[in-house]
């Protein structure tokens, strides 16, 4: 199966700046490349999918980028409510997998 | 909207099962296949396997697969997740999740449960 390796393991930044979330798959999963955000006690939520469309419930300073193996998640400026873990999935080869998380919280 | 309403959180002795529900609605249940996804206590997100809610096709975890039972009820749009055997490293928050549309056999989710706490606990 498809390892999914994220980085950084933990994020610590100020709202207003920028996050770089990094996604690196084990072997090429084309753009079938999609991403969560998930808050505490809560389900995750589908951000991005197919590598860099993003849904309509999350704002443009959130931006997916990639495909084959490297793939990346831009918060271009954070705001409060964006303080979470994401995670990465691929779905372009079974089983599904995903990464083990990148948790963004606050300096 | 789509919303999926899960059965309430469970405490189960090794060695039992355990059976979770998930109601649909807000879109044509048979269109979408349901997928579950389980968290353990900390961790990260580990997939379980998924079901068509069109045809009853399933394909699930290779680890799970003998213990894990996928069904769905298409006169209510509920899905069914039973897992036998319970172990305590089954102890989990058990979502399920609708598929996106326009996927082949695996998929990205685009709407998710609220989860469902199962306990394995003697």
């Known amino acids: 199966e498809i390892v999914l390796t994220q980085s950084p393991g933990t994020l610590s930044l100020s709202p207003g700046e920028r996050a770089t979330l990094s996604c690196r798959a084990s072997q090429s999963v084309t753009s079938y490349l999609a991403w969560y955000q998930q808050k505490p006690g809560q389900a995750p939520r589908l951000l991005i999918y197919g590598a860099s469309s993003r849904t309509t419930g999350f704002p443009d300073r959130f931006s997916g980028s990639g495909s084959g193996t490297d793939f990346t998640l831009t918060i271009s400026r954070l705001e409060p409510e964006d303080f979470a873990v994401y995670y990465c999935q691929q779905y372009g080869s079974s089983p599904p997998t995903f990464g083990q998380g990148t948790k963004v919280e606050i300096k | 909207q789509v919303q999926l309403v899960q059965s309430g959180a469970e405490v189960k002795e090794p060695g039992a099962s355990v059976k979770v529900s998930c109601k649909a609605s807000g879109y044509t249940f048979t269109s979408f296949g349901i997928s579950w996804v389980r968290q353990a206590p900390g961790q990260g997100l580990e997939w379980v396997g998924w079901i068509s809610a069109y045809n009853g096709n399933t394909n699930s975890a290779q680890k799970l697969q003998g213990r894990v039972t996928m069904t769905t009820d298409t006169s209510t749009s509920t899905a069914y997740m039973e897992l036998t055997s319970l172990r305590s490293d089954d102890t989990a928050v058990y979502f399920c999740?609708?598929?996106?549309?326009?996927?082949?056999?695996?998929?990205?989710?685009?709407?998710w449960g609220q989860g469902t706490l199962v306990t394995v606990s003697s």
């Open positions: 999740a609708k598929r996106g549309p326009y996927c082949g056999k695996d998929c990205y989710l685009e709407a």
